[in-house]
């Protein structure tokens, strides 16, 4: 090996060093940039056509065999009509068991009421009784053991109008409880008819008569009534650029002409983790997210539909 050949071998490596120390410093360069937003007029995300509202997934609180399905996909809605019925056999029959009860003491109140009724005219008689046996002895036209039976019977007559009261008063605070055993197994009951929380439109139905449910399952998704939204997820990069009232436009995803404008009208005050409208599990889930719903000016759109929304943020 020469001279020449052992001087250049050290050069080579010095250059390759300060090749690496160079490369090294751009990446981390690269790396610092690529956290700072590009100054940008517009930004965009991928998002989805809802109401105002949201979508509604609709659950009963009571769990048991489906009855009765009263709407399909489609339907529009009235807050309070039934969606669905379910089996209530036995709270049905609570309330009837309570009905006959009820039944059975307005009969006994009504029996109470003669008997009082006939009290109040056995105490007359015997006040006039004493009265008038009082006035025979005062003449002694008549014994004083005789006044003093007379004033027995007519002590007896008021205790016995005094029970017969009572009687009464019993009777209606049974009935009074009976009858709210009766509202409550007839709000028991009602519970298994599951009834429309508001205005709306059905999306989804996947209840069927006989299949069963369980407390809290979805049965179907309805639409509430409202004005048509997109919302979308605006990356952490351009987060902080959103504010409500901003100018927006949709489009189709992939699709260049605008099928409406509008304008931001919500923006939430944190950052979640992107996943709400990716294609594919687990793509960017790295990133955070600004989740924005905006206002539409065509109120035509068709629910669920994927768009692109663009934000004007200059």
Do not use: H
Request: proline share 3%.
């Amino acid at each position: 090996m020469t001279v020449k050949t052992i001087l250049f071998i050290p050069c080579l490596f010095l250059l390759s060093a300060c090749g690496s120390k160079k490369e090294a410093e751009n990446i981390k360069t690269l790396s610092a940039d690529s956290l700072v937003a590009p100054l940008v007029s517009r930004v965009s995300g991928i998002g989805r056509i809802e109401p105002e509202g949201g979508l509604i997934d609709l659950a009963s609180d009571q769990g048991g065999l489906i009855r009765q399905v009263f709407i399909k996909e489609g339907d529009s809605l009235k807050k309070g009509v039934p969606l669905i019925s379910l089996d209530n056999q036995v709270q049905q029959s609570q309330v009837t068991e309570s009905a006959a009860k009820i039944k059975t003491q307005e009969e006994q109140l009504s029996l109470d009421k003669v008997n009082i009724l006939e009290a109040e005219n056995n105490l007359q008689k015997a006040e006039a009784d004493y009265e008038k046996t009082k006035r025979l002895v005062e003449k002694n036209a008549e014994t004083k053991q005789k006044l003093d039976d007379a004033a027995t019977d007519l002590q007896n007559k008021k205790l016995a109008l005094q029970n017969e009261k009572a009687n009464l008063q019993v009777t209606n605070k049974k009935i009074d409880e009976l009858r709210q055993q009766t509202n409550t197994a007839k709000t028991s009951a009602s519970k298994y008819t599951v009834r429309a929380p508001v205005d709306g439109l059905v999306l989804q139905v996947t209840a069927k008569p006989g299949a069963g449910i369980t407390p809290g399952q979805s049965f179907a998704q309805m639409a509430p009534a409202g004005r048509l939204t997109a919302i979308c997820e605006i990356d952490e990069l351009f987060a902080e650029k959103i504010v409500a009232g901003q100018t927006a436009f949709i489009r189709y995803k992939g699709y260049p002409d605008t099928i409406s404008t509008g304008s931001v009208m919500y923006a939430a005050p944190y950052l979640k983790k992107k996943s709400l409208f990716s294609d594919q599990v687990g793509e960017k889930e790295d990133r955070r997210v600004r989740e924005v719903r905006i206002l539409l000016n065509n109120q035509n759109l068709l629910i669920n539909r994927q768009v692109e929304c663009v934000i004007n943020i200059k």
